[in-house]
């Protein structure tokens, strides 16, 4: 990313000044609308306070660091100085997630304390954040650090719970009364509350570099403590890829002494779309370090995993071989998809540098180059770790694209670190970076935009395996996973089914919710690597379909939230050079009515993909329709039980 626009004010005390209580110094901190404000005082403990529109969202919560087992930052505060800013500027995204410009634009304020540490507080319109900097000369041992964030009585939650540090972060969303979670349940983030004001709260985290993931345990009360995973100490191959903590240390890192910490982020979001927009994350990452990224070409992808190498009418047996991918390769040229993956299988496991039988390389490698296919490798993280020398090697002179690494399962600090080493080793080779069995996005795409996107959430891979309900979850996401970043969600099914005549085939997978709740995806997902995860076959037989798939874009200029309501429904508009498109998902059947006002002005063709009138019963029916709209026009739309809607807008 670059900065296009920048504006500098140092901020007077109508933004910040101090408030002097029974010996605490209490500090206020407005956002740039005046909407948010931050009151941050010193004591004994160092805690601070969020109002917005006048309503406390966020109670007195304590802040601290435990330095070397003992040294704790935040305790018995002693302020040196203190300085002010506010920042207004415009990003440019080298991946264009949202948006492809993002306004930067806070107020912040710096206290320099006694003790070698800065503790650094700014309020954005639809956030807080803070983090401590250090500046001791010596390495540091963090033994721990404190956030307990406390919230109103009354506060919901959505909580992704989890019960062991090892996890894909794969998780539904728990919504509960905040207070009633007890005992010792904890969870992954972001998390989301919603407080009794109906303001809402999303708690993640950015610039996680060489420390350890934030989790969040449920405290006493209306509140949430952070958490993290100790240092590895001992590990416990159990094979390829399951590599487990089998003894954690009692400290979270050991570290530079002079350094930032990683931002602690507090999103608020005054209406469920204001959730859809929030970038925070994103802005929050280290700048881009790549000196020329052009590299990086965003796309769609011809996935093999999911659909168990499903093709049918062909004159060859299907399965990991050659003369598979060569058809997965005709497919991805004929339509215009950027790549394919080849996934598990291409490689005896445990050894990248050995090939399985039925796998000619070179033959593969050429045929895409001939037909302008890039090719993408799926790779186990640890047998990467291992022949990680010898695997880069081979992957250059492969000429291959990208790598999707796997199954890490973990967000302790040495996994933490293997992740950038990983997106520097791919950057160096212009390579792109797809993780999988991964942590939520932390800011590391912002550092290198080769991390095109990640997992870390429960997708359509899991109806293979699982029959649990589907299309609430899928409208959950948006709102609480999404906030943190690109998700590969890897949709695209095109055999469809309702709760009630769904059921879970490994070898024969099929979705949950209608046919337009899938093609929606692709304007509501935001994943500038994006799956089609569907049999190439079954594409094939679905030309209507694959006319809205071969043209819509992964990367965005503008993004519009028509509507959105977490866990029941989300319509986005997206628009990408002269193109508008627009997604709609639903849990229950439901109408709706919306116009085209971000249009120009002008006469518009519009394709639009609605579902059937027994998609409720038969998830597959759907009905393709073209006429012509204009700014003025408005549309009803009718969304089944799981149902979706999408669209393709084009100038006359």
Sequence with gaps: MKKVVSQ?????????????????????????????LVHVRFSELTQFEVLHNDVTVVEYSTISMDVNNGTILGANPKIKKKSTKSVN??????????????????NEIEFIMKG?????????????????????????????????????TDSYVYFPEETAFMSHNERYYVYEKLSDIKGNRFCSTPALVETKSGVKVLITESDLIDYAGMWLKADEGNSLKAIFPGVALKEEKKNDRDVAVSEYA?????????????????????????????????????????????????????????????????????????????YYIDFASEYGIEYIILDEGWYELGDLMTLTPNINMEEILSYAKQKDVGVILWVIWKTLWDQWDEAFDQFEKWEIKGIKVDFMQRDDQWMVNY?????????????????????????????????????????????????????????????????????????????NAQKDNFKAIWNRPMSQGTRCHQLAMYVVYESPLQMLADSPSNYYGEPECMEFLSVVPTVWDTTIVISAKIADNIVVARKNGDEWYIGAMTDAAKDLTFDFSFL?????????????????????????????????????????????WAARIWKE
């Design 600 to 644: 120009d002005d002008g006469n518009y063709n519009i394709q639009f993909y609605r579902d059937g009138i027994n998609a409720d019963r038969y998830a597959s029916d759907f009905i393709m329709e073209k006429k012509t709209v204009t700014k003025g026009d408005k549309i009803d739309i009718h969304l089944a039980t799981g149902g979706g």
């Design 8 to 36: 500098y004010i140092i901020v007077l005390s109508l933004i910040v000044f101090p408030i002097i209580l029974k010996s605490q110094k209490i500090y206020n901190l407005e956002s740039p609308d005046g909407k948010t």
């Design 89 to 106: 500027e415009i990003i440019e995204a080298v991946v264009p997630l949202k948006t492809k410009t993002v306004r930067d634009n806070y």
């Design 419 to 495: 992740y950038e080493k990983v997106a520097q080793e791919c950057a160096k080779r212009k390579l792109l970076v797809d993780f999988h069995g991964a942590y939520k996005p932390a800011g590391l795409r912002s550092k290198y935009p080769n991390v095109i996107t990640r997992e870390g959430l429960r997708g359509l891979e899991q109806n293979k395996w699982c029959d649990l309900e589907v299309p609430k979850h899928d409208v959950t996401l948006p709102f609480i996973r999404m906030v943190a970043g690109p998700m590969d969600y890897t949709p695209g099914a095109m055999v």
């Design 116 to 152: 070698d540490y800065v503790l650094e507080f700014r309020a954005y319109d639809d956030g807080v954040v803070w983090r401590f900097l250090t500046s001791f000369k010596d390495d540091i041992k963090i033994s721990g650090e404190q956030a307990d964030i406390e919230f109103p």
């Design 250 to 326: 009692d400290y979270i890192a050991v570290t530079k002494g002079a350094r930032s910490f990683p931002w602690r982020i507090l999103a608020i979001a005054e209406t469920d779309a204001d959730l859809i927009t929030n970038q925070l994350s994103f802005l929050l990452g280290e700048r881009n370090v790549i000196e020329d990224p052009t590299w990086i070409k965003p796309g769609k992808v011809s996935w093999d995993w999911w659909n168990a190498m499903n093709l049918y009418g062909v004159d060859f047996k299907s399965g990991v071989n050659t003369k598979s991918y060569k």
